[in-house]
């Protein structure tokens, strides 16, 4: 009898995991209540709604966080920027900003491995509304520049990227280079504005926040631009 290699091992228990969630879903009505209500507390918009349910859990308010930020990356497309939000507000600033951006990063890392284990048609199935070829191009020219300039673009949703990256022949640590420094930026201004954000200014400052990113991608898709006309 063949032996299974690694990656065939690892799709093997994604596929036990998936479908243990399905069965808990299902069937745990505990579990399938707990989950309805974090996809509603994201559908909510309300960063207030998410900070009483990040302190209600006490000491556990970091953890359950942290989780939240991961569960987010995987289920599109939820809006992680409400997370960090709450997290400064909770947290303080720079706290806060810590904790969502290394939370956001190992959400990213999860998504990335999913795509790699799972492969290119079940991650074109989780991500009906995006193109996978519209970014194939990208990467083939671009490399781990490509993720750097949609991690500073808000619009461009943030674990499609990590899904789609994970289909390609980046290296993990250079995908997580990237992505650190492409959330960074964001990730710092949003926690010290979230920090003193209170009612419906938060639209307001998203949107200023949001013009900011893209005033940097398009500095950053201009340079590379220009060094790779200088190179040809």
């Not at 479908?19 to 507390?41: D, E, N």
């Not at 492969?119 to 991500?127: C, F, L, P, S, Y």
């Not at 191009?137 to 490399?143: A, E, P, T």
């Not at 990227?161 to 250079?174: E, Q, R």
Request: proline share 3%; with cysteine.
């Amino acid at each position: 009898m063949k032996s299974l290699n690694k990656k065939q091992v690892a799709r093997i228990l994604l596929i036990l995991v998936i479908l243990i969630c399905i069965l808990c879903f299902l069937y745990v009505p505990a579990f399938k209540s707990k989950l309805t209500q974090v996809l509603m507390l994201f559908r909510s918009m309300s960063v207030e709604s998410i900070v009483g349910y990040i302190k209600s859990f006490g000491v556990w308010a970091v953890l359950i966080s942290f989780l939240l930020m991961m569960f987010q990356s995987v289920i599109a497309p939820l809006p992680a920027f409400l997370l960090t939000f709450a997290n400064a507000a909770i947290f303080g600033w720079w706290q806060g900003a810590i904790l969502s951006w290394t939370s956001a990063m190992a959400g990213a890392l999860l998504c990335f491995y999913i795509a790699r284990i799972a492969g290119r048609d079940v991650v074109e199935k989780m991500n009906k509304n995006f193109s996978l070829q519209t970014l194939d191009d990208y990467f083939d020219r671009y490399g781990k520049h490509t993720i750097l300039i949609c991690r500073l673009l808000p619009f461009i949703s943030f674990d499609f990227i990590s899904y789609a990256a994970g289909l390609t022949a980046i290296k993990p640590l250079a995908f997580l280079i990237a992505t650190g420094l492409g959330q960074l930026p964001a990730t710092l201004v949003y926690s010290y504005v979230g920090s003193n954000l209170t009612g419906n200014s938060q639209k307001v400052m998203f949107g200023l926040m949001s013009m900011f990113a893209l005033f940097i991608g398009i500095y950053v898709i201009k340079k590379i631009y220009t060094d790779k006309k200088r190179t040809s």
